[in-house]
Each structure stands twice: as structure tokens, then as C-alpha cells.
């Protein structure tokens, strides 16, 4: 179960079941309402659940989504495009270690990238950033391995583990000569 924002206004009311006639009502006028108050632009993306998840929810999905996106570009042999030290820590650390290990996964990682990169990452290691990376190890394997998801506990390394988990499946289906 995701969390809900805790901005929609009372006059809106709660969400009604998702589907229903007065779903689509309602979300219209959600998104109306985020539009032009409160500069939501998330509010049309299905993706990010319409601009209705909670701060935390809504960084996992971005976070998840950026590790799907780098590891597809490690395993594709894509060059690392990443600005380490310009936005979000959190989000840059994911996604180079995601790059990083999808890069690994099928080939070898230039000397240049692993200069730059590896101090970079070891100085602004945390626990959480740890563990996220693990999550993101250990989710690409095993979906590559076609393991059933398991993952970690943490919304941050959850979301990153089952992403991960994703692109290691498609890759292993898509490798599948059945």
C-alpha cells in the first residue's frame, strides 16, 4: 500500500475506488487542482500515480525508475553520463552504482570511468546508500537468474532491489533461447 499525500484538500475528498466513473471524476479535478496550485506536473503521469504519492513514495519511484535506467545503460555498454556532483546525492550515488553493475555484468568497466567514479562513490558512502547498492547488486542477479523477488527491507533499497530484479528478468527472458 503506497501513502498518500497529505496535501489534497478536504473539499476534494477522499479518492474513490480506481476505475469508477467517479475515479476519473475525481481524478480530473485532482489534477486541475495540482496543476494550477500546486505546480504538480506529476499530476498527469500514471507512472509517478498522478502526483498522489507521498514525498517517500514518490522518491522510491524516481529512484527506481533511475536505476532501471542505468542499468539498461551499463548493460547496453553505454557510456557513464552521469554529473556526481550536481543534484541529488542519494539519486546519483544509485545510479551510478546501478550503471556500475550492469556495466560489470557483461563487460569491463574503463580504467577512466573506475577512477573517477569508485573514489566518488567511497566518499559519499552511508548506510543507506550501502544498502541501496546492495539491493541493486543482489536484485539484477537475481533476476538474471530468474530467482523469485525477494526484497530487502527500506522502501529505498525495496524499490531499488525490485527494479533492478525487473531489467535482470527481461534481460534473462530476452537471453532465453525457448
Known sequence: ????????PEWLGPPPP????AWRGW???WQTYALEHLGEVDALNPEMDYGLLSPRERRARHLASTVENQ???????DELTLHL??????LAHAAAQAWLTGRAVFSHIPAPVAQ???PWLERHATPARVAVARAIHE????????????PPAGLMAASAY??????GNARAIEADPR
Open 1 to 8: 500500500m503506497t501513502a498518500m499525500r497529505s496535501d489534497i
Open 18 to 21: 480506481r476505475g469508477s466513473a
Open 27 to 29: 481524478l480530473a479535478r
Open 71 to 77: 542499468l539498461m545503460a551499463g548493460l547496453c555498454g
Open 85 to 90: 556532483d550536481s543534484g541529488d546525492r542519494d
Open 116 to 118: 573517477r567514479v569508485d
Open 139 to 150: 536484485g539484477l542477479l537475481a533476476g538474471i537468474r530468474g530467482m523469485a523477488s525477494e
Open 162 to 167: 525490485e527494479a533492478a530484479w525487473a531489467v
